[in-house]
């Protein structure tokens, strides 16, 4: 049997081998829900893995005390693809071999995103960045945009202790060793003020990703300035939805997080997006309607509390060029 938190998987309880009393397997997972290291209820590491992209095991692949695997999924290791294994995705089955499900997705391809068209792809061939919880259609973390916020455009993380603690475990469990993680996996209260620059930098940056809210929505009395994804953000209005994911950032550059803000809310720095040309207007319409319409989660936008700006809905596309 298996424990969870919400949607979140904790713990393993199963028979102890040779017929003892239960015993329970505590879980620890990386940023794509994958179990990584397996402790048991004496803080012991008992197995710790490591996957290639795709789902091949990296480390020893008799480490079976749990079959939950890569994502979290149970994995067949008696299957029928090339390298033995298939991962159970309820859906249909995917080898981490081939990095390839093992039939046809049963969910149609989107007419803007190429990537879906091949309905054997796992995630659109980004692994990294997706998962696929049904077998059926990919789940966005939205690591990779709170990557480009912090590298490439200076922000200033803001964090809170406990998702420090959270975040530098997973920074430990991406380029420590296995006998270091056990040690440190059990110290990650105390780690952040001891840490290396490369692990405060990551702790600091990783604590803001999984220190920020769960989608809890904007104060709906607040109105905001777009900073970055005018386009997404009128793809959005144009299909019906009421709101879209954004990071508020502060006038004093601290972030609030990732939260669910109120279309009706949004200000845009111009009244028009320019469709003057094929190029632009494939940025407006393949690369953001199109997937708005296909029920495709954009990247957060980007906004800061103000008032400035023409509302969203008053947007108009401009056929001669911006204005």
């Not at 692990?199 to 604590?207: E, I, T, V």
């Not at 999984?210 to 905001?224: I, L, M, Q, Y």
């Not at 019906?240 to 550059?253: F, L, M, R, Y």
Request: aromatic share 8%; proline share 7%.
């Amino acid at each position: 049997d298996y424990v969870y938190r919400g949607s979140q998987l904790l713990a393993s309880v199963q028979p102890s081998p040779g017929g003892g009393p239960e015993q329970t397997l505590h879980l620890h997972l990386d940023h794509l829900g994958t179990p990584r290291q397996v402790t048991n209820s004496n803080a012991t590491e008992v197995a710790f893995h490591s996957y290639y992209p795709f789902g091949g095991e990296a480390t020893d692949a008799s480490q079976n005390e749990v079959a939950l695997k890569f994502t979290g999924h149970e994995r067949d290791e008696n299957g029928s693809s090339g390298d033995g294994m298939l991962d159970y995705m309820h859906a249909r089955y995917c080898s981490p071999g081939l990095g390839r499900f093992v039939s046809v997705d049963p969910v149609l391809g989107a007419t803007g995103d190429p990537q879906s068209w091949n309905r054997f792809a796992y995630v659109r061939n980004n692994p990294m960045r997706y998962v696929d919880p049904r077998g059926e259609e990919r789940a966005q973390i939205y690591l990779d945009a709170e990557i480009n916020n912090y590298f490439e455009k200076g922000i200033e993380p803001s964090f809170r202790d406990p998702g420090l603690q959270k975040a530098t475990f997973l920074a430990l469990t991406l380029v420590l060793p296995t006998d270091e993680l056990a040690i440190a996996s059990l110290a990650a209260p105390r780690i952040a003020a001891s840490a290396s620059g490369f692990l405060a930098r990551a702790g600091k940056f990783l604590g803001r990703f999984f220190g920020k809210s769960d989608n809890v929505p904007a104060a709906a009395d607040e109105t905001f300035e777009i900073l970055d994804g005018v386009r997404r953000s009128k793809s959005a209005e144009f299909v019906g939805n009421k709101t879209i994911p954004g990071e508020v950032i502060e006038t004093s550059g601290r972030s609030r997080g990732i939260v669910d803000i109120p279309i009706d809310s949004l200000r845009s720095p111009k009244s028009t997006i320019d469709i003057s040309d094929s190029r632009s207007a494939d940025r407006f319409f393949k690369a953001n309607l199109e997937p708005a319409r296909a029920g495709s989660v954009p990247p957060p936008i980007q906004v800061t509390p103000g008032k400035n700006g023409t509302r969203i809905r008053d947007v108009v596309l401009d056929p001669h060029g911006d204005r």
